[in-house]
């Protein structure tokens, strides 16, 4: 194996590894990534974790600056709600596809989560159970690579942006939304339930970026 091979397989653990602490808040936006401590870390030279920092800039999670190194690249306004706009194409087209194949312990376990959601008091808790819900929802879909597609969007915005939409939301709102369109799933009204999704994502977007004009929440 050539050092340029060995560098690029010693950095896919780096990069998988700092990509999860990144999508799960460890690693803050803004938060520097310096190349002396991971290796460190890791028990590695510089070379694959340059590697890996510069797999992790192509994906949008870090950001190169002269003289300033590598960050956890911070979300612009309009970052955000562009990857919104993508939601509403991807999520739309997996319960177009889900809502033949759903079965009764499908609504059942969507209505549970529901459920939950409604006795929650905080943003963080909000967002869990947004996320849960929809992904129950475009489960059904039998398209790996669509709901791959769909958590590679979600990794993006992060938990982070992820409970600042649920914050500039509310509860009272997305969860009535949650039920109307889930009641049209339950009825077998395809065409009602996308479109009742794309409302669903489109007016949180406007929620959104109402919220951050104000300049709430950096």
Same mark, same amino acid.
């Given at each position: 194996?050539?050092?340029?091979?060995?560098?690029?397989?010693?950095?896919i653990p780096i990069y998988e590894t700092l990509k999860d602490e990144i999508v799960t808040s460890v690693l803050l936006p803004g938060e520097a990534l310096r190349q002396e401590e991971i290796a460190k870390r890791f028990g590695v030279s510089k070379i694959p974790v340059r590697e890996a920092l510069l797999k992790l800039?192509?994906?949008?999670f870090v950001l190169f600056r002269k003289n300033k190194g590598a960050t956890v690249r911070e979300m612009s306004s309009n970052?955000?709600? @562009?990857?919104m706009d993508i939601r509403i194409a991807l999520e739309c087209k997996a319960l177009e596809l889900s809502v033949p194949?759903?079965?009764?312990?499908?609504f059942a376990r969507a209505k549970d989560v529901l459920d939950d959601y409604s006795a929650q008091s905080d943003s963080k808790s909000w967002?869990?159970? @947004?996320?849960?819900?929809?992904?129950?929802?475009?489960?059904?879909?039998?398209?790996?690579?669509?709901?791959?597609?769909?958590?590679?969007?979600?990794?993006?915005?992060?938990?982070?942006? @992820?409970?600042?939409?649920?914050?500039?939301?509310?509860?009272?709102?997305?969860h009535q939304e949650h039920q109307?369109?889930?009641?049209?799933?339950?009825?077998?009204?395809t065409e009602e339930a996308v479109e009742l999704l794309k409302q669903h994502i489109e007016t949180t977007k406007k929620v959104t970026a109402a919220y951050m004009r104000r300049g709430t929440r950096s």
């Amino acid at each position: 194996m050539s050092d340029m091979s060995e560098a690029k397989s010693t950095a896919i653990p780096i990069y998988e590894t700092l990509k999860d602490e990144i999508v799960t808040s460890v690693l803050l936006p803004g938060e520097a990534l310096r190349q002396e401590e991971i290796a460190k870390r890791f028990g590695v030279s510089k070379i694959p974790v340059r590697e890996a920092l510069l797999k992790l800039e192509i994906d949008g999670f870090v950001l190169f600056r002269k003289n300033k190194g590598a960050t956890v690249r911070e979300m612009s306004s309009n970052e955000v709600l @562009n990857l919104m706009d993508i939601r509403i194409a991807l999520e739309c087209k997996a319960l177009e596809l889900s809502v033949p194949n759903m079965i009764p312990s499908d609504f059942a376990r969507a209505k549970d989560v529901l459920d939950d959601y409604s006795a929650q008091s905080d943003s963080k808790s909000w967002s869990e159970h @947004n996320i849960a819900f929809h992904q129950t929802l475009y489960e059904p879909c039998d398209n790996p690579s669509l709901l791959q597609m769909i958590a590679d969007v979600r990794a993006r915005l992060g938990p982070f942006t @992820n409970m600042l939409v649920s914050e500039a939301s509310g509860l009272e709102r997305p969860h009535q939304e949650h039920q109307n369109i889930l009641a049209a799933c339950e009825a077998g009204k395809t065409e009602e339930a996308v479109e009742l999704l794309k409302q669903h994502i489109e007016t949180t977007k406007k929620v959104t970026a109402a919220y951050m004009r104000r300049g709430t929440r950096s």
